[in-house]
């Protein structure tokens, strides 16, 4: 089973444990199955994800959207993002340069190629940017890729 991740970015304090958990649930619902997280490792639900499936015994698969992508992370998730991009079974690359958001959709693209279901951390509204969650999860839809919406009642981002 390969689940790719797409999700809200900068969820802090109560939101962020409440995501942590919905995702740990999700995870433990395929467990006994082979199973491959298919992760950007942004900051966020794309690392948290990728962080449990491997503590799980799972096997990790990773998208490089752009070969600057990973000067356009914040700073302090550079140490996170390299540690886990060398755990990885296998690095997609989109082959761009420039970390913008049409090779984010790009590499999201490669993302839901790759998955059999996608975990989507997502409020339910429109994309704040091209290639946002909204329109990776409108993606999938359009690939016939299932989508299973993580989102704690009530939380706003």
Do not use: F, K, N
Request: charged share 20%.
């Amino acid at each position: 089973m390969r689940l790719g991740i797409t999700g809200h970015r900068g969820l802090h304090g109560e939101v962020e444990q409440q995501v942590r958990q919905l995702l740990a649930a999700a995870v433990d619902a395929y467990q006994g199955s082979d199973l491959t997280a298919v992760s950007m490792l942004a900051d966020g639900p794309d690392t948290w994800l990728a962080e449990l499936v491997l503590a799980r015994g799972g096997r990790l698969d990773v998208i490089v959207p752009a070969d600057e992508y990973r000067d356009g992370l914040p700073v302090g998730h550079h140490p996170v993002y390299d540690q886990l991009i060398g755990r990885a079974s296998e690095v997609h690359r989109t082959g761009l340069d420039a970390s913008t958001p049409d090779a984010h959709m790009a590499g999201s693209e490669v993302l839901v190629g790759l998955a059999d279901v996608v975990l989507a951390v997502w409020d339910g509204l429109p994309a704040r940017g091209r290639g946002g969650t909204a329109d990776v999860v409108a993606y999938a839809h359009r690939c016939g890729v299932p989508v299973q919406v993580l989102w704690p009642d009530g939380a706003t981002r």
